[in-house]
């Protein structure tokens, strides 16, 4: 398994992370666990922040928290000066108790509702990206009946396909989300918006997708982006102060995945904006990003038990660990593929091919296919490397498996930032009506 980050194999040939032995927080913490390399999320912010700042332009970070939203990792965020991208009360709310800068703060969606954008208004948050027409006029009747001047950007999908899982593509014109440049709409929302007295627009924003390898994409967008600022411009009056480029910046996850280091990425943005706006006459907006996977991605190591195998001969040795898709779905969404190493003995070499099964009731519960391991017994750990984004975040509890514990591990010393599910919560919500109460007895 390559070692991201501070991950290496200690004197006992046991995986280490952030000083941490895997087999101690096995014992201190239990499994499944989710391990978060500390030292190694706040380099990913500060790769990003550094980009911005060597470029010479006015920006803003914000770390997409739906790749992983807890009150401690809203805190990490802060300390390392980004902005926060919220798509639901709950992640808003979450930002909010971590007492997280509002200011700070842009709400994202393609559903709002009014009790969510009430509830942004009420905190005095940055900013809106608006996504469609009714949910403009929606913000402007609330930020009217509140007496409220509110900040937008208005989400343009600019028609760029981006090489990724056609699941998480965003940016061509079959999608729900945004305002199309090519027919007009994204033309057709500035001009209604900037007719709208409760709203202030600040600029556009586009997201062309997710876990993206290259700079075409970012390139396209930008140069449709400045195409659009200038027509709108010209035609509309209308200035834009910020141009969004959304997320999508791509990591490694397996052997032959080839990100490109977040200072390429940032690099062909902020030149293509500096190269036009510098040749017209155009004030340089400032350029915001909202990046998710490429922050907490390979910062995640998801630490299992192995249980119970089977082995088919001739056909595949399945190995179950004590989690799944519950707290891992990408593989049962995406096909996406991980690597992994034996964490009580990772200095050892590779023996067997197995497949790695989750516990669920479900025969596409599977987290890897086909994987190289040492000779695999029951109780060893298993640790599954970049599993930082979108795993917690969109874990469930399927067949009512409780969600594991969250740890942040850095300098020897490991924080639970998140504890392991009680069966209180899993029961916690459920009421049984009064007519199905167990009747006492009758003598
Ligand atoms: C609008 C928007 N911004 C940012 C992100 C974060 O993307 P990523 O985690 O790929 O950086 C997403 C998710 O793809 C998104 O939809
Ligand atoms: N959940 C997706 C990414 C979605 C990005 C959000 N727009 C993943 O795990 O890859």
């Known amino acids: 398994?390559?070692?991201?980050?501070?991950?290496?194999?200690?004197?006992?040939?046991?995986?280490?992370?952030?000083?941490?032995?895997?087999?101690?927080?096995?014992?201190?913490?239990?499994?499944?666990?989710?391990?978060?390399?500390e030292a190694l999320v706040r380099q990913r912010c500060r790769e990003f922040v550094n980009a911005f700042s060597a470029s010479g332009l006015k920006f803003q970070v914000a770390y997409a928290s739906k790749a992983f939203c807890v009150l401690a990792m809203c805190r990490i965020a802060e300390e390392e000066g980004m902005s926060l991208d919220v798509v639901s009360d709950g992640e808003l709310y979450t930002a909010i108790e971590a007492g997280f800068p509002v200011e700070r703060i842009h709400f994202h969606g393609n559903n709002k509702s009014i009790q969510e954008m009430e509830m942004a208004i009420d905190?005095?948050?940055?900013?809106?990206?608006?996504?469609?027409?009714?949910?403009?006029?929606?913000?402007?009747a609330v930020a009217a009946e509140k007496n409220q001047k509110v900040k937008i950007l208005l989400r343009i999908t600019p028609g760029v396909e981006a090489h990724t899982h056609e699941f998480i593509s965003t940016?061509?014109?079959?999608?729900?989300?945004?305002?199309?440049?090519?027919?007009?709409?994204?033309?057709?929302?500035?001009?209604?918006?900037?007719?709208?007295?409760?709203?202030?627009?600040?600029?556009?924003?586009?997201?062309?997708?997710?876990?993206?390898?290259?700079?075409?994409?970012?390139?396209?967008?930008?140069?449709?982006?400045?195409?659009?600022?200038?027509?709108?411009?010209?035609?509309?009056n209308v200035t834009f102060k910020v141009v969004n480029l959304g997320g999508g910046f791509g990591i490694r996850y397996v052997e032959g995945d080839t990100p490109l280091p977040v200072a390429e990425y940032?690099?062909?943005?902020?030149?293509?904006?500096?190269?036009?706006?510098?040749?017209?006459?155009?004030?340089?907006?400032?350029?915001?990003?909202e990046p998710g996977r490429s922050i907490v991605g390979d910062a995640g190591t998801t630490l299992y038990t192995l249980g119970t195998s089977k082995d088919i001969p001739g056909v595949r040795k399945y190995v179950a660990v004590d989690g799944g898709m519950t707290d891992n779905p990408r593989f049962a969404l995406y096909g996406s593929r991980y690597e992994a190493v034996l964490a009580n003995r990772a200095g050892e070499a590779t023996e067997e091919l197995v497949s790695v099964a989750g516990k669920c009731c479900e025969s596409g519960d599977m987290l890897i296919k086909d994987i190289e391991l040492p000779k695999v017994?029951?109780?060893?750990?298993?640790?599954?490397?970049?599993?930082?984004?979108?795993?917690?975040a969109m874990a469930s509890n399927y067949n009512r498996i409780r969600k594991p514990a969250v740890v942040f591990v850095k300098d020897g010393q490991a924080d639970l930032v998140v504890k392991r599910e009680s069966f209180d919560n899993i029961i916690g919500n459920d009421v049984i009506p009064a007519r199905m109460q167990k009747q006492a007895l009758k003598a």
């Open 123 to 140: 905190a005095k948050i940055g900013c809106f990206v608006v996504d469609n027409f009714i949910e403009l006029h929606m913000l402007n």
């Open 266 to 289: 940032v690099k062909a943005i902020t030149e293509g904006i500096i190269d036009f706006f510098g040749k017209h006459d155009y004030p340089i907006p400032e350029i915001w990003v």
């Open 1 to 37: 398994m390559f070692l991201h980050g501070t991950s290496q194999v200690n004197d006992q040939g046991h995986l280490q992370i952030g000083g941490c032995d895997t087999s101690d927080l096995a014992e201190q913490f239990g499994t499944p666990l989710y391990i978060v390399d």
């Open 377 to 392: 017994n029951q109780g060893d750990l298993l640790a599954i490397s970049c599993t930082g984004a979108y795993n917690y």
């Open 171 to 236: 940016g061509q014109t079959d999608s729900k989300f945004g305002f199309d440049l090519g027919n007009g709409a994204a033309f057709r929302a500035i001009d209604e918006a900037s007719k709208l007295a409760n709203l202030e627009i600040l600029g556009i924003h586009s997201h062309i997708g997710s876990n993206i390898f290259e700079v075409e994409g970012f390139k396209m967008a930008v140069e449709k982006m400045i195409g659009f600022a200038t027509q709108v411009r010209s035609e509309l």
